[in-house]
């Protein structure tokens, strides 16, 4: 059957942090004490006001299909949500989806046709490079560096775009940086997406996660008059702890946001009904400050427990929910070439779950992730220390 399959589908590796996630979850069933920094998912609850709203939804028999863009009532909310965030976009310009993710297949489905690219800046979120593939187009990573906190340059993009470029990716708070995008940045981008024919998406998902005192900042809160062409994606599996209850959104140019309805019509059929009910209590109850207290408090705890390894430098993560080292010095030795070797041997040996930096376009890092316990972390970044020192 193998030589059966598509071509395209044949060209998509799977995800590898649920892949990572998914070991480590065999190894704890095993009896194993692992930690987990692999898997972006928030260990905090999921509010009561949205489990009960859901229950309620199921009780009053609400678990049937629904419009393929997601209930009225729903999409009046979510207008009212980017109303709020500064995007006047009506409800007939919004969309519900299974989760951020359906709605950026389903965005790059409707705007590649097959060669066309799609820039985004590296360190990326892996599955992009997936999603855009499997949309028909092609994967352009933007170059940035740790020295620039992962800022990407305005003249290094206009380098970058050639005649098929298409769409240009931006994820500020970044995964799995932490960076978050500066005003001037988005400054100098908004300038290049003005002389080229771009269609700009903005994965916006780690939104109410900034630790700083710096605004959450989109592309369109400096340039809103690249509204006619730039699709705004967000969802709800981050601020209110709801990962597995796929409940994301997009809202952009009406023409594109009807292009993937229809298509999340022939797909889906509708995003899940009781989500979407529980998803209007969550957005009538912002996330709890003690929520980003709390993350913000393991951050911390994290970056100072990385400054204790010599030789392992850390850009500071001013937002989400991850910290991204630079673990280079140690690789190339005692048989440990590159970071997917050591998050095996990590894995293995210390039973410590993390990502390589390969997966994010970023070799000689890996990827960590707070959502964890603070004793965890301690001991966690401990076993890093003390793999890291056997390999030296």
């Not at 260990?43 to 419009?67: F, M, N, S």
């Not at 997009?250 to 023409?255: I, N």
């Amino acid at each position: 059957m193998k030589e059966r399959l598509s071509r395209k589908v044949s060209a998509i590796e799977s995800s590898i942090t649920l892949e990572v996630s998914a070991i480590a979850g065999r190894m704890r069933a095993e009896g194993h004490h692992v930690i987990a920094f692999g898997a972006g998912e928030p260990d905090l609850p999921t509010p009561d006001v949205v489990q009960d709203a859901a229950v309620q939804a199921i009780r009053e028999g609400r678990g049937r299909y629904t419009p393929a863009a997601g209930i009225p009532a729903l999409r009046e909310a979510l207008s009212a949500r980017f109303q709020a965030d500064g995007f006047p976009l009506p409800a007939d310009q919004v969309m519900v989806t299974a989760g951020a993710k359906s709605a950026l297949f389903l965005a790059f489905y409707a705007l590649l046709n097959e060669g066309d690219e799609c820039v985004f800046p590296a360190p990326y979120w892996s599955s992009y490079t997936e999603m855009v593939k499997a949309g028909g187009g092609t994967p352009v990573i933007l170059a940035t560096s740790a020295g620039d906190d992962f800022q990407p340059d305005a003249d290094r993009l206009r380098e970058t775009l050639t005649d098929r470029t298409r769409v240009l990716l931006l994820n500020s708070p970044n995964n799995p940086t932490g960076t978050v995008y500066s005003r001037e940045t988005l400054l100098a981008i908004a300038e290049v997406v003005r002389e080229r024919d771009l269609v700009v998406i903005t994965d916006d998902i780690y939104e109410h996660l900034i630790y700083t005192d710096e605004p959450f900042t989109n592309l369109l809160h400096v340039a809103p008059d690249l509204a006619d062409r730039t699709l705004v994606i967000n969802g709800l599996s981050k601020s209110h702890s709801m990962t597995g209850w796929r409940m994301g959104f997009a809202g952009g140019p009406k023409a594109l946001i009807q292009a993937m309805s229809r298509t999340q019509s022939q797909i889906a059929g509708s995003p899940p009904s009781i989500t979407q009910h529980a998803a209007l209590a969550a957005l009538a109850n912002p996330p709890a400050p003690d929520r980003l207290a709390s993350l913000d408090a393991r951050r911390r705890l994290l970056m100072g427990e990385l400054a204790k390894i010599d030789g392992v430098t850390c850009p500071e993560p001013r937002g989400a929910f991850y910290a991204f080292p630079d673990i280079s010095a140690y690789l190339g030795k005692s048989g440990v070439p590159d970071a997917i070797a050591f998050t095996k041997a990590l894995l293995e040996a210390k039973l410590v779950a993390a990502v390589a930096g390969d997966a994010f376009g970023a070799p000689g890092h890996i990827r960590l992730t707070y959502c964890t316990s603070e004793e965890d972390i301690r001991e966690g970044v401990r076993r890093i220390g003390e793999l890291l020192s056997e390999l030296a």
